[in-house]
């Protein structure tokens, strides 16, 4: 270990176990923002455009896509939280990490608990807390530290609708010469191809009846291309430039600007209930990103059942998935599915 990693560890230590918080969202929850997500991701599931649907339901109006959640508390493009937030910096522990010599920063892994629904008119804030560090490792993104946070979301009422266990990597770019790295065969057609399945009818694959561990759940194709990662940044309301700028990305050693985290996350959802059929949720979503996802690519989400149970008339379906593109797994996790 040398200088300044042992310089690193030692301020990002310092900060290890301190609750930061709250950070409050700008807006309450609105049907403005959730239309622009599903039509950013094609989700056509009714609880969240459908408020008869949804009421029917029990809610008392649309519910927001559970992979939203983050995004309502997401800072401003100039970085800053609302009035009665939190003064300190919520992920601080990144920042000292910048300061010695890691500038780049990615969510690289999600251990979520969707506990309760977040319905329009909701209004969310949230606490995060650092709780470990690695020393330094090297990635195909570049050599840094992985910092694991839990993250707590909480409504007006402050009843507790989210929880995460969520791994970020601090790093320093990789050197990759001139010619920028690996070199993928892409499709140039599809780099600037807007998303189109929204428009489309979605077509609720069949689940059958039967949940026995190894049935397929099927499969999703996201073609990706710089306006839906584009999109489905600004739907998600993340504004890192790495995220819509490739100048940017490669500034970090990145060919070009890739998906993040919450579109990842955005993108499981859609499939899984596509699969589980209109008015199912998800509950819990644990995943880890493999490799980026770049214009061109073309991910294919598969999955299969693990197991299912019966609770009070409910059927839980534990599922396991992957999402991958021709570099290899964009994304490798776990899901349970409530099915109604």
């Known amino acids: 270990m040398n200088k300044q990693d042992t310089s690193a560890m030692a301020a990002v230590q310092a900060v290890i176990g301190r609750r930061y918080g709250p950070y409050l969202s700008w807006h309450p929850v609105s049907a403005a923002m959730i239309w622009q997500w599903v039509v950013a991701f094609g989700d056509r599931n009714p609880f969240f455009s459908d408020a008869e649907f949804a009421r029917s339901a029990g809610h008392r109006d649309i519910v927001s896509p559970p992979a939203m959640v983050q995004g309502w508390c997401l800072p401003s493009i100039s970085r800053q939280y609302p009035p009665g937030s939190a003064k300190e910096r919520p992920y601080e522990v990144l920042d000292i990490l910048t300061r010695h010599g890691f500038p780049g920063n990615v969510a690289v892994s999600y251990d979520q608990q969707f506990l309760q629904p977040v319905e329009l008119g909701d209004d969310l804030h949230y606490f995060v807390e650092p709780i470990n560090v690695t020393d330094e490792k090297t990635t195909r993104l570049?050599?840094?530290?992985?910092?694991?946070?839990?993250?707590?979301?909480?409504?007006?009422?402050?009843?507790?609708?989210?929880?995460?266990?969520?791994?970020?990597?601090g790093f320093k770019g990789l050197d990759l010469g001139s010619d920028g790295g690996e070199q993928v065969e892409r499709d140039p057609g599809a780099i600037l191809r807007p998303p189109d399945d929204y428009e489309a009818e979605?077509?609720?694959?069949?689940?059958?009846?039967?949940?026995?561990?190894?049935?397929?759940?099927?499969?999703?194709?996201?073609?990706?291309?710089?306006?839906?990662?584009a999109a489905c940044a600004l739907a998600s309301r993340d504004w890192m430039p790495m995220h819509h700028s490739r100048e940017s990305a490669m500034g970090q050693g990145q060919p070009d600007i890739f998906m993040n985290i919450l579109t990842t996350g955005g993108f499981v959802g859609r499939f899984l209930t596509d699969w589980a059929g209109p008015g199912s949720t998800v509950s819990s979503v644990k995943f880890a990103l493999g490799v980026p996802n770049y214009p061109g690519d073309h991910m294919i989400l598969s999955g299969r059942v693990e197991d299912s149970r019966e609770e009070n008339g409910v059927t839980h379906v534990k599922v396991g998935y992957q999402g991958q593109n021709k570099l290899g797994p964009h994304v490798t996790g776990s899901a349970e599915v409530v099915l109604r």
């Open 202 to 229: 979605v077509e609720w694959r069949d689940r059958g009846s039967s949940f026995e561990p190894g049935a397929s759940i099927g499969e999703l194709h996201i073609p990706v291309t710089s306006s839906r990662i």
């Open 142 to 169: 570049g050599t840094g530290h992985f910092i694991t946070c839990l993250e707590e979301y909480r409504n007006q009422d402050h009843v507790v609708v989210y929880e995460s266990r969520t791994t970020y990597f």
